[in-house]
T-cell receptor, first 115, second 117 residues
Framework: ETGVTQTPRHLVMGMTNKKSLKCEQH?????MYWYKQSAKKPLELMFV???????ENNSVPSRFSPECPNSSHLFLHLHTLQPEDSALYLC??????????????FGPGTRLTVL | AQKVTQAQTEISVVEKEDVTLDCVYE???????LFWYKQPPSGELVFLIR??????QNEISGRYSWNFQKSTSSFNFTITASQVVDSAVYFC??????????????FGKGTLLTVNP
């Protein structure tokens, strides 16, 4: 498999559930990102990881908990979400975490619905 | 103020028409990058082009062309002889320093292009 993959592609969960989103990149990149895409709003950067270390948390509520066990895998653990958290969650990777010189490649996203 | 403005929310054209998607950006940096991404209905953002702030040459790739005008802070995207498969949301994005050594990619709200047969 090539590129950036995300599972599941669709997820419906209740407000009291705990679930996890998974992202895997097969590009040999060192940086990985989580974005949130809500209807009618620009993509919002949530987290940045560089060589497994979190380098940016864009004021994301603690009910979203990222985990990066290695440079190829990124998780987003979800618990006690709110209906307004329903969105498309996109994962991306790049060779370096410096977008000035690098390009981010995106996965297909996970469409999350919180009931 | 928005960093990246895509004033056209939706555009609808008939196949084979040319269409231009506008992008205006705002930054204080002298070094920055501009991007265009395509998001088809499947959801995945597809990288189209990256242009740095020192290279104002226009670029053409097949039916796609980009016009970078630093004087007007614009980076417009033109599709020539549009096809139904071009239907998607197109995002313009700006990469600039966000503080210290951190950089941030900021996206516009996107333009939904519909190409009708």
């Amino acid at each position: 498999e090539t590129g950036v993959t995300q599972t599941p592609r669709h997820l419906v969960m209740g407000m009291t559930n705990k679930k996890s989103l998974k992202c895997e990149q097969h590009l040999g990149h060192n940086a990985m990102y989580w974005y949130k895409q809500s209807a009618k709003k620009p993509l919002e950067l949530m987290f940045v990881y560089n060589f497994k270390e979190q380098t940016e948390n864009n004021s994301v509520p603690s009910r979203f908990s990222p985990e990066c066990p290695n440079s190829s895998h990124l998780f987003l653990h979800l618990h006690t979400l709110q209906p307004e958290d329903s969105a498309l969650y996109l994962c991306a990777s790049s060779q370096e975490p410096d977008p000035i010189t690098d390009t981010q490649y995106f996965g297909p996203g996970t469409r999350l619905t919180v009931l | 103020a928005q960093k990246v403005t895509q004033a056209q929310t939706e555009i609808s054209v008939v196949e084979k028409e040319d269409v231009t998607l506008d992008c205006v950006y705002e930054t204080r940096d002298t070094t920055y990058y501009l991007f265009w991404y395509k998001q088809p209905p499947s959801g995945e953002l597809v990288f189209l082009i990256r242009r740095n702030s020192f290279d104002e040459q226009n670029e053409i790739s097949g039916r796609y062309s980009w016009n970078f005008q630093k004087s007007t802070s614009s980076f417009n995207f033109t599709i020539t002889a549009s096809q139904v498969v071009d239907s998607a949301v197109y995002f313009c994005a700006l990469s600039e320093r966000s503080g210290g050594s951190n950089y941030k990619l900021t996206f516009g709200k996107g333009t939904l292009l519909t190409v009708n047969p």
